[in-house]
């Protein structure tokens, strides 16, 4: 396996911006580094079963993701401008609120995946391109799961940290980040619509 090119792929998919690491960001500076990290274990968890599908149904999937593809692009496209939406018509959360969204974000984190293109295309890419033509086992394929489902939570982690570290000044400008969040959500779905 050529290692570094593994590496450099995928940390510059992991790292850069997607609908995990916008939305680990937003949680952040709503609720706070703490009570985002549950969010972003989601998208570990999301991204390891992603990547643990892509290992042992890859050939499977190479027949049906020309099927499936459209429907799944149209659901996550739908999904992200709704999430879109959602950040620019948010308001100050109240205390109620606040509690059962900090409940979900777990499962917020991991059902992403299922529907962020993004990730799926990042998990067939990397389990055909890397872990496949050079390894053969299923303990192999576990390991490159974990791997990259600890990647995972570390991307969107770093982000949601940017979100706590400038917690007061986001939200001494909440209306404009929350505007550019939800735009580069917008940039995310049209890029997976044009692409």
């Known amino acids: 396996m050529p290692v570094?090119?593994?590496?450099v792929f995928i940390t510059i998919t992991s790292f850069t911006p997607g609908p995990n690491n916008f939305m680990a960001?937003?949680?952040?500076?709503?609720?706070?580094?703490?009570?985002?990290?549950?969010?972003?274990?989601?998208?570990?968890?999301?991204f390891f079963m992603i990547i643990t599908l892509?290992?042992?149904?890859?050939?499977?999937?190479?027949?049906?993701?020309?099927?499936?593809?459209?429907?799944?692009?149209?659901?996550?496209?739908?999904?992200m401008l709704y999430l879109a939406f959602k950040i620019v018509t948010s308001?100050?959360?109240?205390?109620?609120?606040?509690?059962e969204e900090k409940r979900n974000l777990f499962f917020v984190g991991t059902f992403l995946q299922f529907i962020n293109p993004k990730g799926i295309l990042f998990g067939i890419?990397?389990?055909?391109?890397?872990?496949?033509?050079?390894?053969?086992?299923?303990i192999s394929y576990l390991l490159f799961s974990l791997l990259l489902g600890f990647v995972g939570i570390i991307s969107t982690f770093s982000w949601a940290l940017c979100g706590?570290?400038?917690?007061?000044?986001?939200?001494?400008?909440?209306?404009?980040?929350?505007?550019?969040?939800?735009?580069?959500?917008?940039?995310?779905?049209i890029s997976i619509?044009?692409?």
Do not use: W
């Open 91 to 99: 308001k100050e959360q109240d205390a109620n609120n606040e509690v």
């Open 4 to 7: 570094f090119s593994f590496l």
């Open 164 to 189: 706590s570290v400038f917690q007061k000044l986001l939200q001494q400008h909440r209306q404009i980040f929350n505007i550019i969040m939800a735009l580069l959500l917008v940039y995310s779905a």
């Open 125 to 138: 890419t990397v389990v055909a391109t890397y872990i496949l033509p050079y390894y053969s086992s299923y």
């Open 25 to 46: 960001m937003v949680f952040a500076k709503q609720h706070g580094l703490s009570k985002t990290l549950p969010f972003c274990l989601g998208v570990g968890i999301g």
């Open 193 to 195: 619509v044009v692409h």
């Open 54 to 79: 892509s290992s042992f149904f890859n050939i499977i999937m190479q027949n049906i993701i020309p099927i499936i593809k459209l429907p799944l692009t149209i659901f996550g496209v739908g999904y």
